[in-house]
Structures are given as C-alpha cells and as structure tokens.
C-alpha cells in the first residue's frame, strides 16, 4: 500500500525558510512524479511543483510570481523523500501542503486528478 507522510511544516515568520519532507513508501517510484500542492483557508487545492522521480525533470507552478525562485523541489531517492524547500515565506504562503504521487502519462502534471496517492498533509502558517 503507497503511503506518504508529509513533515516538516510549523508557524515562521515572514522571510524564514522551511523544509518540507515527503517519506513515501509501499511502490517503486522510478515511473512516477512526486507533487507538491497546497490549499490555504477557502481556497482551491493549487499545485506547487512536481519532479519525475529519476530526477530529471522539475517543473513549478505557471502561476511564478508566487513560487519563483524561492520554492525548490527535490528528492533522496535512497531514503524514498521528496522536499520542497521555501525560502523568503510570505503570509499568503499560509496553507496546508501536500504532497501526492501519480505514475507520469506527461509533462508536466499539475493537476490533482492526476496523481493517485496523497499524504495527510502539513500545516504552514507563516505570521506578518
């Protein structure tokens, strides 16, 4: 049975940094992509990032403003974890993360029906 455990979120302040980790276990993932999402208060679930699991491929939100160059996506495939790194965190960063697993029909997948399997998720709050 796939599972995924989200960790690695908590309350920071405006410009902190954080690292959320996603152990994922129960399948080989060579043939998968790894996502990012995130749904904040009365918000629609939104994708963040996604990466194919050998590594070569990454892909982050059209939407760039709001991740460019502050959100990185990678992954330990020894310990089957996937991060995503945040840097200079705002207020609107605020959401719960999540992180889901889907086998790649294509490039980039970014949107939740397409992946199969998804982790409890990890609540951000990220305070003015």
């Known amino acids: 049975q796939v599972q995924l455990e989200e960790s690695g979120g908590g309350l920071v302040q405006t410009g902190d940094s954080l690292r959320l980790s996603c152990a994922a276990s129960?399948?080989?993932?060579?043939?998968?992509?790894m996502g990012w999402f995130r749904q904040a208060p009365g918000k629609e679930r939104e994708f963040v990032a996604a990466?194919?699991?050998?590594?070569?491929?990454?892909?982050?939100?059209y939407n760039t403003d709001s991740v460019k160059g502050r959100f990185t996506i990678s992954r330990d495939s020894a310990k089957n974890t996937v991060y995503l790194r945040m840097s200079s965190l705002k207020p609107e960063d605020t959401a719960v993360y999540y992180c889901?697993?889907?086998?790649?029909?294509?490039?980039?997948?970014?949107?939740?029906?397409?992946?199969?399997?998804w982790g409890q998720g990890t609540q951000v709050t990220v305070s003015s």
């Open positions: 889901a697993t889907g086998p790649i029909t294509k490039w980039p997948m970014r949107t939740a029906n397409e992946y199969d399997y």
């Open positions: 129960g399948r080989t993932f060579s043939s998968y992509a």
């Open positions: 990466l194919s699991w050998n590594g070569l491929r990454t892909y982050y939100t």
